[in-house]
């Protein structure tokens, strides 16, 4: 999974260590000198593993001005779908990417097949919710053509969200398009950039700009040191029951229910008080589909959704337990993985199965999302109230697993047994071995293990198995890095 913490709370550390205290901070770099380790080289593996939330970058503008090329240039390899006609679907729309050192996330909002009730308001719909979970905003103006009314409304939609903005005139290819790039100073957005995202030209001066304009951590946005409720992200695709659950919990009509896929069009908000405790749910429900636009509103269903998830610390996937689970399902749960949220996976629909149905459920569960064996699992059906007792418990459940940290101690007593008991597979007649670790992180856990030689992915698992057989991690995704100890001397030459 991708690499994003969480902080404990404020926009401040504990700890300038991670989660590691002076005293065992200390202690660990005196193992790590004792093991060969360059002291600069381990200080930076734990602060990697233990930073907090990655700042968000947000890449809006029109259709076809060059998002998403210009997303593959920042991340620096070709994820986003670029083609020339809007509606193009993709399987992710948040990225992370590094400059100059720094490490942030990136939202594409590539184009898409434009809504019925025109260009400016779909354009803006999709803006709003990128905008909504970013720190900062790379708006995206295509030069050969100039700034359009729908840009003037996105501009008036940037302004409106206060947010920080850097002004992208791309398909910048020479000199002519730098003199075109000026006539937007227009739009009051400060200077413009001109940039070719095809070509990469001007895209590190822009790059500049956009650290400048990022947070070094950006503000919590879910409950923490102030008391705040604890943020549950309903998730699923369209006509899987979220919004009827919100309302079995709520005990009330909160979200209109339809039969019809994606009645909620807007994220809902409720404060709600199950079990002594109040919570904040969200109903992430997609768009309403047409079937001409099918394309788009998957999309923009995933952006919102994503930015949901961004903001949530448990994910509750909902999955229909009347039918196949599908490959959207699968890409439901990743994206909850990939956030580093707590997760709980709820089949819906369970009164209606029959033993058949039932039979071939679990074996798909096993097959299909078997890497996500960890989270909990209830049966409901959001119908007829069946389990929702069971609801806040596995939500309980997954928050203590994503707030869990082991003691460096411990966690090296369990590592030295491990390795003495199953060592690293011998590769090219060398056998690594993990000499140390520590947890540098939490929400979700992150450890840095410190090893001899490269550690191959499948004993990464196994270790990971193992540490979740130790010390539970239930409804958390947990995330291993390991540093590889030079040669001695290496540095030297």
Not at 415 to 426: D, F, I, K, R, T
Request: overall charge negative.
């Amino acid at each position: 999974m991708n690499d994003q913490i969480q902080p404990d709370g404020s926009a401040e550390h504990e700890y300038e260590h991670g989660a590691l205290g002076d005293a065992e901070y200390a202690e660990f770099m005196d193992l790590a000198a004792e093991e060969g380790f360059d002291v600069a080289d381990v200080e930076g593996a734990i602060e990697a593993a233990g930073h907090g939330p990655l700042p968000v970058l947000a890449v809006v503008g029109r259709p076809n001005v060059g998002k998403s090329t210009l997303v593959n240039r920042i991340i620096g390899r070709r994820e986003a779908v670029v083609e020339d006609k809007p509606g193009v679907t993709r399987d992710r729309v948040t990225y992370e990417a590094e400059w100059a050192g720094r490490r942030f996330k990136v939202v594409d909002t590539g184009g898409w097949e434009q809504d019925v009730l025109g260009i400016d308001a779909s354009v803006a719909a999709q803006a709003e919710y990128a905008i909504e979970a970013a720190d900062a905003v790379v708006f995206v103006v295509d030069v050969k053509v100039g700034a359009t009314d729908t840009d003037e409304a996105v501009v008036r939609l940037l302004r409106k969200a206060g947010k920080p903005v850097v002004l992208c005139a791309n398909k910048v290819d020479g000199p002519s398009g730098e003199a075109d790039a000026t006539y937007l100073w227009s739009l009051g957005l400060g200077e413009p950039h001109p940039v070719s995202a095809l070509h990469g030209r001007g895209t590190g001066d822009m790059l500049d700009a956009v650290l400048e304009a990022l947070p070094d951590a950006p503000e919590q946005s879910f409950g923490g040191a102030l008391g705040g409720p604890r943020r549950i992200a309903l998730i699923g695709r369209p006509n899987v029951g979220k919004s009827s659950l919100l309302n079995k919990v709520a005990g009330e009509e909160r979200v209109v229910v339809n039969e019809i896929a994606g009645t909620t069009r807007d994220p809902v908000d409720e404060l709600i008080e199950l079990g002594g405790t109040t919570w904040k749910f969200v109903d992430t429900a997609g768009i309403r589909k047409r079937v001409h636009l099918q394309q788009g509103a998957d999309y923009y269903a995933s952006l919102r959704t994503a930015a949901a998830v961004e903001k949530a610390e448990v994910a509750v996937v909902l999955i229909d337990a009347t039918e196949n689970i599908s490959v959207q399902d699968q890409r439901i749960v990743t994206m909850a993985v990939e956030a580093g949220r707590a997760m709980v996976i709820a089949y819906n629909k369970w009164d209606t199965l029959d033993e058949e149905r039932r039979y071939y459920l679990e074996r798909e569960i096993e097959t299909e999302l078997g890497q996500v064996a960890w989270a909990p699992r209830v049966n409901v059906s959001a119908r007829t109230g069946r389990h929702m007792e069971k609801l806040v418990p596995a939500i309980e459940t997954a928050l203590a697993g994503w707030e869990t940290r082991v003691p460096t101690g411990r966690l090296n007593a369990f590592l030295g047994e491990l390795v003495a008991a199953h060592p690293h597979p011998v590769r090219g007649g060398k056998q690594p071995r993990i000499l140390f670790g520590t947890q540098a992180g939490t929400k979700p856990p992150r450890f840095v293990l410190f090893a001899s030689g490269f550690i191959e992915a499948g004993y990464r698992r196994f270790i990971e198995r193992r540490l979740r057989e130790e010390f539970g991690f239930d409804g958390t995704p947990i995330h291993i890095s390991v540093r590889v100890r030079e040669k001695r001397g290496a540095k030297k030459k």
